[in-house]
């Protein structure tokens, strides 16, 4: 049982889920200003730093997208990595050749991958399963060829660039940091891609909340009875393709922005690949699964690396544990490639005891110390007290989710679905009279 | 529920790991500070010793300063590997070279007005104390590629060879090197990080054209001396438009130019030619190059056929090349496309042409090999070598390559893995210019290890005997420019055969001079495929 229970509504809660919210905008807000507090030394005084941090806000874009597909709708599509490279050779072209600014390339590239998507989509509406899949891989496959095949528009394997010293983008001058040398262009650009990434969670929130977004759950979970219900199959997929399309294409045009300069391999099968086990570490079917799965995505490998090469940089305990291992490899050919290796154990150890993700961990680890217990407006309205005490009671044996992730319907937990989320009245007291998984 | 539990714990663990991982850990920068702190204590203690040895080893750095400017001889590593070598002698004294008047004045109208062209914050002495030389290297030592990553441990095994010896005046070289996978993108990723860092002295050998073309408008742009790229695009010699930037060597143009002034001297009857070219900056490159040495001969090249990376296989091109029946074929590709290349001559029937190719399809075990496995030996294909092979019986004896093996074996490297010895050719390379750059004006900076990158006067130990590694400044950009056509010759078709020498010696040292010349040459010849067009267009708009 959890430490502390908190009634849904009360001011204890509501301090709580305020609480949790200030202390993620505190987080944003703090990067743009650690260069100078000092904080951490060593963490963000490195301008490198905060480009990758915009590297796993322009990546948890891109699998917030492919969430949509996968995790909402149900539909394994592991082309994904075409889109976001569509995204970015968009802007990077429009940008180097056209001289566009960025920031009118995303529009475009956000629709251009749309239309894209819906037609990679059609197949899904005849195929499921894992024959999708293999479709959609094609598309993975084949756009690192095609970027070499249109080399005059793409730069070929040399890649694509916009020319020296050109379409940099610089703080104006009303931001704190515009004169902090190197850092400031980053912490700018880390400014417009975090804008840009809470407008699209946002987006995506409440798109999955609305009736589209409980269609697509409608269609993963039950193909026939989401068609006898009423919901529009064929348009449902395919609008859901398009839309994680474009997710992936503005990821993409974000990825341009942090580091103008797109590479044919840069967004081959690997990257694809990644997308899905970043979705699938980060947790499926979540909206702010999104994020751990970027951090994953961008740091645990780039660490890895770092440290078979160079284990000064291990936190200790773990430098001390690993020393006999690193020393035995040091002095051997390719020895760096074991980073790999180490990578897919931590991921296997991860799918093991995290089989929900890390968003599922999380709330799992949660609801040991913090319930919330149900009290929706509507039961206090009808029956004018407080108490409903078999269904509390049947309630508070399951997570419950105050923050931004409280409305996400986890794949991974598909048995359990919040009854505190903010769906409608009918279907609450459907769920209600029913109530499924819950209690333990 | 203990089970549970225990996935918890484990699950905060995992978590905390990845957070810990994000933020850079602030334990990492404290045990830095802490290794730092030590390094520092235990270079005040060197620092000491390196006092009481001094008088002993100053006589022979002394002796050996002379050498360099009386006999020309390299002033560079222990007398073994530079004995007997008739280099060609510096003509401008250190003592001119250097830090003058605030600007790094180097040789053949090279300067450096670090005060006008670089950012405000640069620091001439970064990465470089008083026991430490820092380089950066970017290059693949995971994935398909990892085989090049050795390269960096051939590189470091000749450093501490050097370390062990003294250093740089009692600085040891420390290589960092980084895994790109061969990706462009994850290059730009490393050297930005190294950018950033604020600890390197100069990046030193990033592999790959692409690779390299990625990163080098950053590092010029941050004044990052950006050396001996290991790629063998003209693009490095772009002294105008990168300053901070050098390959090491030969470059695919100036080979194609030996192939011309090998043909013209050893085969004058031979006039028509016809090329098979990867269709990019690599292969365009030959062909240009070859174009440009041609002209005013008697040699005519009658057809050009390209393929794509992507080209399944290349017969359709060989139709086309068989019907014109020239008489030399120009094989300008590389990896797999060589063994096909060379399988579809041996199988032509009425089609008899002297065959060149790439000196990057050069691997005996990696291309020829597979030949033999369909029936085929890809004899006398002809190619350019101008490295000695340390697997060669007859190079046994050379000092260098003694040296290597003894080094490499004493450290615990299989010298029969050649890739090592690449690594040594480049840091052999990189400790001359380090020893020369300490000599000028002002000692050893950035700026003087990019003049000294500039002013390279050596009989590299590891070129074939005769050939030199020169550069002068704005005038001659490239470190080698000579090499010599070997022909594969095979006795037993089940066997691999090996190269034997044809023709004398072609160095065409300082013929090329700067980029300049291949854009130029380009143009020229027409090289109308987008990649080169594009590279070009980007270099005129930054010079």
Same mark, same amino acid.
Request: one cysteine or more; a neutral charge; hydrophobic letters at 45%.
């Given at each position: 049982?959890?430490?502390?229970?908190?009634?849904?509504g009360?001011?204890?809660?509501?301090?709580?889920?305020?609480?949790?919210?200030?202390?993620?905008a505190?987080?944003?807000?703090?990067?743009?200003?650690?260069?100078?507090?000092?904080?951490?030394?060593?963490?963000?005084?490195?301008a490198?730093?905060?480009?990758?941090i915009?590297?796993?806000?322009?990546y948890?874009?891109?699998?917030?997208?492919l969430?949509?597909?996968i995790?909402?709708?149900g539909?394994?599509?592991?082309?994904?990595?075409?889109?976001?490279?569509?995204?970015?050779?968009?802007t990077?072209?429009?940008?180097?050749?056209?001289h566009?600014?960025?920031?009118?390339?995303i529009?475009?590239?956000?629709?251009?991958?749309?239309?894209?998507?819906?037609?990679v989509?059609?197949?899904?509406?005849?195929?499921?399963g894992?024959y999708?899949?293999?479709?959609t891989?094609s598309?993975?496959?084949?756009?690192?060829t095609?970027?070499l095949?249109?080399?005059?528009?793409?730069?070929g394997?040399?890649g694509?660039?916009?020319?020296?010293?050109?379409a940099?983008?610089v703080?104006?001058s009303?931001m704190?940091?515009?004169?902090a040398?190197?850092?400031?262009?980053?912490l700018?650009?880390y400014?417009?891609?975090?804008?840009?990434?809470?407008?699209?969670?946002?987006?995506?929130?409440n798109?999955?909340k609305?009736r589209?977004?409980?269609?697509?759950v409608?269609?993963?979970? !039950?193909?026939? =009875?989401?068609?006898v219900? +009423? /919901?529009? %199959?064929?348009?449902y997929?395919?609008?859901?393709? @398009?839309m994680s399309?474009?997710f992936?294409?503005v990821?993409g045009?974000?990825?341009?922005?942090n580091?103008?300069?797109?590479?044919?391999v840069?967004?081959?099968l690997?990257?694809?690949i990644?997308?899905?086990?970043?979705?699938?570490i980060?947790?499926?079917?979540?909206?702010?699964?999104?994020?751990?799965?970027a951090?994953?995505y961008v740091?645990?490998?780039?660490?890895?690396?770092?440290?078979?090469?160079d284990?000064?940089?291990?936190?200790?305990?773990?430098?001390?544990i690993?020393?006999?291992?690193?020393?035995?490899?040091?002095?051997?050919?390719?020895? !760096?490639s074991? =980073?790999?290796?180490?990578? +897919? /154990?931590? %991921?296997?150890?991860?799918?093991?005891?995290l089989? @929900?993700?890390?968003?599922d961990?999380?709330?799992r680890?949660?609801?040991?110390?913090?319930?919330?217990?149900?009290n929706?407006g509507w039961?206090?309205?009808?029956?004018?007290?407080?108490?409903?005490?078999?269904l509390?009671?049947?309630?508070?044996?399951?997570?419950?989710q105050?923050d931004?992730?409280?409305?996400?319907?986890?794949?991974?937990?598909?048995?359990q679905?919040?009854?505190?989320?903010?769906?409608?009245?009918i279907s609450?007291?459907?769920?209600?009279?029913?109530?499924?998984?819950?209690s333990q | 529920?203990r089970r549970?539990?225990?996935s918890?714990a484990?699950?905060?663990?995992?978590?905390?790991?990845?957070?810990?991982?994000?933020?850079?850990?602030s334990?990492?920068?404290?045990?830095t500070?802490?290794?730092?702190?030590?390094?520092?204590?235990?270079?005040?203690?060197?620092?000491?010793?390196?006092?009481t040895?001094?008088?002993?080893?100053t006589?022979?750095?002394?002796?050996?300063?002379?050498a360099?400017t009386?006999g020309?001889?390299t002033?560079?590593?222990?007398?073994?590997?530079?004995?007997?070598?008739?280099?060609?002698?510096t003509?401008?004294?250190?003592?001119?070279?250097?830090?003058?008047n605030?600007?790094?004045?180097?040789?053949g109208?090279?300067s450096?007005d670090?005060?006008?062209?670089?950012?405000?914050?640069?620091?001439?002495?970064?990465?470089?104390s008083?026991s430490?030389?820092?380089?950066?290297?970017?290059?693949?030592s995971?994935?398909?590629?990892?085989?090049?990553?050795?390269?960096a441990?051939?590189?470091?095994?000749?450093?501490k060879?050097?370390?062990?010896?003294?250093g740089i005046?009692?600085?040891?070289?420390?290589?960092?090197?980084?895994?790109?996978?061969?990706?462009?993108a994850?290059?730009?990723?490393?050297?930005?990080?190294?950018?950033?860092?604020?600890?390197?002295?100069?990046?030193?050998?990033i592999?790959?054209?692409?690779?390299?073309l990625?990163?080098?408008d950053?590092?010029?742009?941050?004044?990052?001396?950006?050396?001996?790229?290991e790629?063998g695009?003209?693009?490095?010699?772009?002294v105008?438009?990168?300053?901070?930037t050098?390959?090491?060597?030969?470059?695919?143009f100036?080979?194609?130019?030996?192939?011309?002034?090998?043909?013209?001297?050893?085969?004058?009857?031979?006039k028509?030619?016809?090329?098979?070219?990867?269709?990019?900056d690599?292969?365009?490159?030959?062909?240009?190059?070859?174009?440009?040495?041609?002209k005013?001969?008697?040699?005519?090249?009658?057809?050009?056929?390209?393929h794509?990376?992507?080209?399944?296989?290349?017969?359709n091109?060989f139709?086309?090349l068989?019907?014109?029946?020239?008489?030399v074929?120009?094989?300008?590709?590389?990896?797999?496309?060589?063994?096909?290349?060379?399988?579809?001559v041996?199988?032509?029937?009425?089609w008899h042409?002297?065959?060149?190719?790439?000196?990057?399809?050069g691997s005996?075990?990696?291309?020829?090999?597979?030949?033999?496995?369909?029936?085929?030996?890809?004899?006398?294909?002809?190619?350019?070598?101008?490295?000695?092979?340390?697997?060669?019986?007859a190079?046994?004896?050379?000092p260098?390559?003694?040296?290597?093996?003894?080094?490499?074996a004493?450290?615990?490297?299989?010298?029969?893995?050649?890739?090592?010895?690449?690594?040594?050719?480049?840091?052999?390379?990189?400790?001359?210019?380090?020893?020369?750059?300490?000599?000028?004006?002002?000692g050893l900076?950035?700026?003087?290890?990019?003049?000294?990158?500039?002013?390279?006067?050596e009989?590299?130990?590891?070129?074939l005997?005769g050939?030199?590694?020169i550069?002068?400044?704005?005038?001659?950009?490239?470190?080698s420019?000579?090499?010599?056509m070997a022909?594969y010759?095979?006795?037993?078709p089940?066997?691999l055969?090996?190269f034997?020498k044809?023709?004398?010696?072609?160095?065409?040292?300082g013929?090329l001079?700067?980029?300049?010349?291949v854009?130029?040459?380009?143009?020229?010849?027409?090289?109308s495929t987008?990649?080169?067009?594009?590279?070009?267009a980007?270099t005129?708009?930054?010079?």
């Open positions: 049982m959890a430490l502390i229970k908190l009634k849904q009360s001011p204890a809660h509501r301090a709580y889920v305020w609480g949790a919210w200030l202390f993620v505190f987080v944003i807000i703090y990067v743009l200003f650690a260069y100078r507090t000092g904080f951490a030394p060593g963490s963000i005084d490195k490198f730093r905060i480009t990758q915009n590297d796993v806000i322009a948890a874009v891109a699998i917030l997208g969430n949509l597909v995790g909402y709708s539909q394994l599509s592991l082309g994904h990595s075409a889109f976001v490279g569509l995204g970015a050779y968009t990077i072209i429009l940008v180097a050749d056209h566009w600014s960025y920031f009118t390339t529009p475009v590239s956000a629709a251009l991958c749309f239309v894209i998507g819906m037609i989509g059609l197949p899904a509406l005849r195929i499921r894992l999708l899949a293999i479709v891989l598309v993975a496959y084949v756009f690192p095609l970027v095949k249109y080399g005059s528009l793409s730069g394997p040399n694509k660039k916009p020319a020296r010293g050109a940099k983008l703080a104006p009303w704190p940091f515009h004169n040398g190197r850092i400031s262009g980053p700018w650009v400014t417009i891609l975090m804008v840009m990434a809470i407008a699209l969670f946002l987006l995506a929130r798109f999955v609305s589209p977004g409980r269609a697509l409608a269609v993963r979970d !039950n193909q026939t =009875s989401a068609a219900s +009423g /919901v529009n %199959l064929p348009m997929k395919a609008l859901t393709f @398009g399309a474009a992936g294409g990821a045009s974000m990825l341009m922005i580091q103008p300069f797109a590479s044919d840069q967004f081959g690997t990257l694809a990644f997308l899905v086990v970043g979705l699938v980060g947790g499926a079917g979540t909206i702010s699964g999104a994020v751990p799965g951090l994953v740091f645990v490998p780039y660490f890895m690396a770092g440290w078979t090469t284990p000064k940089g291990m936190p200790p305990g773990l430098r001390q690993t020393k006999p291992l690193f020393d035995w490899l040091s002095h051997r050919e390719g020895g !760096n074991i =980073s790999g290796v180490f990578f +897919g /154990v931590l %991921l296997l150890i991860a799918v093991f005891i089989p @929900g993700g890390i968003i961990g999380l709330r680890l949660r609801a040991r110390f913090v319930t919330v217990v149900p929706p039961l206090r309205a009808r029956d004018g007290t407080e108490h409903a005490p078999a509390l009671a049947a309630a508070a044996g399951a997570p419950s105050p931004l992730s409280t409305h996400d319907i986890d794949a991974a937990t598909a048995g679905h919040p009854t505190d989320g903010p769906v409608d009245e609450q007291h459907t769920m209600l009279r029913a109530p499924q998984g819950g | 529920v549970t539990r225990w918890t484990l699950a905060v663990g995992v978590t905390a790991t990845f957070v810990l991982a994000a933020c850079g850990s334990k990492k920068a404290t045990s500070t802490a290794a730092s702190a030590t390094t520092a204590a235990a270079a005040a203690t060197t620092a000491a010793a390196a006092a040895t001094a008088a002993g080893s006589a022979t750095t002394s002796g050996a300063s002379t360099t009386s020309g001889s002033a560079t590593t222990s007398g073994s590997t530079t004995a007997g070598s008739g280099a060609p002698g003509t401008v004294s250190p003592k001119d070279i250097g830090l003058i605030g600007v790094y004045k180097g040789t109208g090279f450096l670090t005060k006008k062209i670089c950012p405000s914050d640069w620091n001439p002495t970064q990465g470089i008083a430490e030389i820092d380089l950066f290297q970017s290059l693949p995971a994935g398909a590629f990892a085989g090049f990553g050795i390269i441990d051939g590189e470091r095994s000749y450093f060879v050097i370390n062990d010896a003294g005046d009692g600085r040891k070289i420390v290589l960092d090197s980084k895994d790109d996978g061969y990706q462009p994850q290059t730009k990723t490393n050297v930005d990080e190294a950018l950033g860092a604020n600890k390197y002295a100069a990046l030193d050998g592999l790959g054209s692409a690779n390299g990625a990163v080098w950053e590092a010029n742009d941050d004044c990052m001396p950006n050396l001996l790229n790629s695009i003209a693009n490095w010699g772009d105008q438009g990168h300053p901070w050098t390959g090491m060597q030969l470059d695919y100036t080979e194609a130019s030996l192939w011309a002034t090998w043909l013209t001297k050893e085969h004058p009857e031979l028509t030619v016809s090329e098979i070219t990867y269709n990019n690599f292969g365009q490159a030959y062909h240009s190059g070859f174009n440009f040495a041609s005013g001969t008697d040699l005519k090249v009658v057809d050009q056929e390209t794509e990376a992507t080209a399944p296989n290349l017969t091109q139709t086309t068989a019907s014109k029946k020239s008489d074929l120009l094989i300008e590709t590389s990896g797999a496309f060589c063994t096909q290349a060379m399988a579809e041996e199988k032509e029937a009425t042409p002297l065959v060149i190719m790439s000196s990057t399809c005996l075990n990696q291309f020829f090999q597979p030949l033999i496995d369909q029936g085929l030996t890809g004899k006398d294909t002809y190619l350019i070598q101008y490295f000695k092979d340390p697997l060669d019986p190079n046994a004896n050379d260098f390559i003694a040296q290597y093996y003894k080094e490499t004493a450290q615990g490297l299989d010298p029969k893995q050649t890739t090592y010895f690449t690594g040594w050719i480049y840091a052999w390379v990189m400790v001359d210019i380090l020893k020369n750059a300490a000599t000028y004006q002002g900076d950035r700026g003087n290890i990019m003049l000294a990158a500039r002013n390279v006067h009989t590299n130990p590891a070129l005997p050939l030199t590694s550069t002068n400044g704005e005038q001659d950009a490239y470190f420019e000579g090499g010599q022909k010759t095979v006795t037993d089940k066997k055969g090996t034997v044809s023709g004398d010696l072609i160095n065409l040292e013929q001079g700067t980029f300049k010349t854009k130029d040459a380009s143009a020229a010849a027409g090289a987008a990649t080169t067009a594009a590279a070009a980007t005129t708009k930054t010079t």
